[in-house]
Nanobody, 119 residues
Framework: QVQLRESGGGLVQAGGSLKLSCAASGRTFSSNVMGWFRQAPGKEREFVAIISGSGGSTAYADSVKGRFTISRDNAKNTVYLQMNSLKPEDTAIYYC????????????WGQGTQVTVSS
Protein backbone atom coordinates (compact mmCIF):
# COMPACT_ATOMS: atom_id res chain seq x y z
CA GLN A 1 0.00 0.00 0.00
CA VAL A 2 1.33 3.41 -0.98
CA GLN A 3 0.88 6.37 1.33
CA LEU A 4 1.04 9.96 0.07
CA ARG A 5 1.81 13.20 1.85
CA GLU A 6 1.46 16.60 0.20
CA SER A 7 3.31 19.74 1.22
CA GLY A 8 4.11 23.19 -0.14
CA GLY A 9 0.72 24.83 0.05
CA GLY A 10 0.20 28.29 1.45
CA LEU A 11 -0.99 31.83 0.83
CA VAL A 12 0.25 33.67 -2.25
CA GLN A 13 -0.78 36.80 -4.15
CA ALA A 14 -2.28 36.57 -7.59
CA GLY A 15 0.44 36.23 -10.19
CA GLY A 16 2.71 34.42 -7.77
CA SER A 17 4.02 30.86 -7.73
CA LEU A 18 3.99 27.82 -5.50
CA LYS A 19 5.48 24.36 -5.83
CA LEU A 20 3.63 21.46 -4.28
CA SER A 21 5.31 18.21 -3.40
CA CYS A 22 3.81 14.79 -2.84
CA ALA A 23 6.04 12.27 -1.10
CA ALA A 24 5.16 8.62 -1.48
CA SER A 25 6.05 5.56 0.50
CA GLY A 26 6.01 2.16 -1.08
CA ARG A 27 7.95 0.12 -3.54
CA THR A 28 5.64 0.50 -6.52
CA PHE A 29 5.69 4.29 -6.82
CA SER A 30 7.80 4.44 -9.96
CA SER A 31 5.35 2.29 -11.91
CA ASN A 32 2.26 4.19 -10.86
CA VAL A 33 0.46 6.94 -12.68
CA MET A 34 0.21 10.00 -10.44
CA GLY A 35 -2.24 12.85 -10.56
CA TRP A 36 -3.07 16.14 -8.90
CA PHE A 37 -6.64 17.14 -8.11
CA ARG A 38 -8.17 20.09 -6.31
CA GLN A 39 -11.37 20.94 -4.51
CA ALA A 40 -12.55 24.47 -3.92
CA PRO A 41 -15.13 25.32 -1.22
CA GLY A 42 -18.60 24.32 -2.33
CA LYS A 43 -17.34 22.65 -5.49
CA GLU A 44 -16.63 19.11 -6.56
CA ARG A 45 -13.11 17.77 -6.76
CA GLU A 46 -11.61 18.35 -10.19
CA PHE A 47 -8.69 16.98 -12.16
CA VAL A 48 -5.62 19.19 -12.47
CA ALA A 49 -2.76 17.18 -13.97
CA ILE A 50 -1.49 13.65 -14.54
CA ILE A 51 1.90 12.09 -15.18
CA SER A 52 2.94 8.63 -16.33
CA GLY A 53 5.16 6.35 -14.30
CA SER A 54 8.24 7.25 -16.30
CA GLY A 55 7.36 10.93 -16.35
CA GLY A 56 7.40 10.95 -20.12
CA SER A 57 3.73 11.71 -20.57
CA THR A 58 1.70 14.46 -18.95
CA ALA A 59 -1.71 16.02 -19.35
CA TYR A 60 -3.46 19.03 -17.83
CA ALA A 61 -6.86 20.50 -17.28
CA ASP A 62 -7.55 23.36 -19.67
CA SER A 63 -7.85 25.76 -16.74
CA VAL A 64 -4.20 25.25 -15.73
CA LYS A 65 -2.54 24.45 -19.05
CA GLY A 66 0.46 26.67 -19.66
CA ARG A 67 0.63 27.74 -16.01
CA PHE A 68 1.11 24.49 -14.08
CA THR A 69 3.75 21.79 -14.61
CA ILE A 70 3.63 18.29 -13.17
CA SER A 71 6.86 16.35 -12.74
CA ARG A 72 8.24 13.47 -10.73
CA ASP A 73 11.50 12.20 -9.29
CA ASN A 74 11.20 8.45 -8.91
CA ALA A 75 14.51 8.26 -7.07
CA LYS A 76 12.96 10.44 -4.38
CA ASN A 77 9.48 8.90 -4.62
CA THR A 78 8.07 12.37 -5.12
CA VAL A 79 5.74 14.06 -7.57
CA TYR A 80 5.58 17.84 -7.93
CA LEU A 81 3.20 20.48 -9.16
CA GLN A 82 4.80 23.78 -10.12
CA MET A 83 2.12 26.45 -10.19
CA ASN A 84 2.85 29.78 -11.85
CA SER A 85 0.72 32.84 -12.63
CA LEU A 86 -1.68 31.84 -9.90
CA LYS A 87 -5.20 33.22 -9.92
CA PRO A 88 -7.74 33.57 -7.10
CA GLU A 89 -9.79 30.83 -8.76
CA ASP A 90 -6.89 28.43 -8.14
CA THR A 91 -7.70 28.59 -4.43
CA ALA A 92 -8.48 25.04 -3.28
CA ILE A 93 -7.25 22.05 -1.36
CA TYR A 94 -4.85 20.20 -3.63
CA TYR A 95 -4.59 16.44 -3.47
CA CYS A 96 -2.20 14.02 -5.09
CA UNK A 97 -3.32 10.53 -5.99
CA UNK A 98 -1.90 7.43 -7.59
CA UNK A 99 -3.01 4.34 -9.41
CA UNK A 100 -1.39 1.14 -10.63
CA UNK A 101 -3.62 0.60 -13.66
CA UNK A 102 -3.61 3.44 -16.17
CA UNK A 103 -7.27 3.03 -17.07
CA UNK A 104 -8.42 2.21 -13.56
CA UNK A 105 -9.53 4.36 -10.65
CA UNK A 106 -7.08 6.07 -8.34
CA UNK A 107 -6.08 3.65 -5.61
CA UNK A 108 -4.67 5.99 -2.99
CA TRP A 109 -4.88 9.64 -2.02
CA GLY A 110 -3.02 12.13 0.09
CA GLN A 111 -4.59 14.24 2.81
CA GLY A 112 -4.38 17.46 0.80
CA THR A 113 -2.65 20.82 1.13
CA GLN A 114 -4.37 24.20 1.11
CA VAL A 115 -3.52 26.75 -1.57
CA THR A 116 -4.97 30.23 -1.18
CA VAL A 117 -4.46 32.91 -3.82
CA SER A 118 -5.34 36.45 -2.81
CA SER A 119 -6.39 39.10 -5.31
Amino acid sequence: QVQLRESGGGLVQAGGSLKLSCAASGRTFSSNVMGWFRQAPGKEREFVAIISGSGGSTAYADSVKGRFTISRDNAKNTVYLQMNSLKPEDTAIYYCAGKEIVTGPYDYWGQGTQVTVSS
